[in-house]
């Protein structure tokens, strides 16, 4: 079975480029979150999607990213214009549908790392 | 404020030696405690979890976690490291609907 992959593994942009990441769950996985590493701190949760619907939102920094996940299968995060704090690593995970987060088992992907120079 | 915290950045063992991991998590988290693994180029891999019941909980490659509720604490061991551990360890807990993590401890194994 194939794990969550993400795309692509490195992306080295200028301040003010645009840089789109993809995130391909496990089939059949209808939760899909986004998270986020700025160097040496903590991963920070962005955003949660059911199938193709915005669950939650609330760790989004600003208007610059803007998430999709068109028919609920893969998932876009897109940084536009970048800063130079966007930095980081970026990490996707995925889970089937459970009652409750805490018995969610997550599969994460291996994470983009993002430079904007 | 909702957080977990990973007293130390940088930890190094000689393989064989045990092994301990601080994690603290402040007020409000349910519990439900998780710690992660993260080897490089790999994803995240979640090495054990604790929801209720029985305080000390195993998981995979040998780690064990004591639930400590007096002391805020999920701290990670291992009796016996091995070089393959070498990678960065991540406390978490759940706070509301959300997974929150520790900024992480990077273990380093010398033979």
């Known amino acids: 079975e194939a794990g969550v992959t993400q795309f692509p593994s490195h992306s080295v942009i200028e301040k003010g480029q645009t840089v789109t990441l993809r995130c391909d769950p496990i089939?059949?996985?209808?939760?899909l979150y986004w998270y986020r590493r700025v160097m040496g701190k903590e991963i920070k949760f962005l955003l949660h999607?059911?199938?193709?619907?915005?669950?939650?939102e609330s760790g989004m920094p600003n208007n610059r990213f803007l998430a999709e996940r068109t028919g609920g299968t893969y998932s876009t995060l897109k940084v536009q214009p970048a800063e130079l704090e966007d930095s980081g690593v970026y990490f996707c995970?995925?889970?089937?549908?459970?009652?409750?987060?805490?018995?969610?088992?997550?599969?994460f992907g291996s994470g983009t790392q993002l430079s904007v120079l | 404020a909702q957080s977990v915290t990973q007293p130390d950045i940088h930890i190094t063992v000689s393989e064989g030696a045990s092994l301990e991991l601080r994690c603290n998590y402040s007020?409000?988290?349910?519990?439900?405690l998780f710690w992660y693994v993260q080897s490089p180029g790999q994803g995240l891999q979640l090495l054990l979890k604790?929801?209720?019941?029985?305080?000390l909980v195993q998981g995979i490659k040998g780690f064990e976690a004591e639930f400590k509720r007096s002391q805020s604490s999920f701290n990670l061991r291992k009796p016996s490291v091995h070089w393959s551990d070498a990678a960065e360890y991540f406390c978490?807990?759940?706070?509301?609907?959300?997974?929150?993590f520790g900024a992480g401890t990077i273990l380093r194994v010398k033979s």
């Open positions: 995970a995925s889970s089937q549908v459970v009652v409750h987060p805490g018995n969610e088992k997550l599969f």
């Open positions: 089939s059949g996985h209808d939760n």
């Open positions: 999607f059911v199938k193709e619907s915005k669950q939650d």
């Open positions: 007020y409000g988290a349910t519990p439900y």
């Open positions: 604790y929801f209720s019941g029985d305080t």
């Open positions: 978490a807990a759940i706070y509301g609907n959300k997974l929150v």
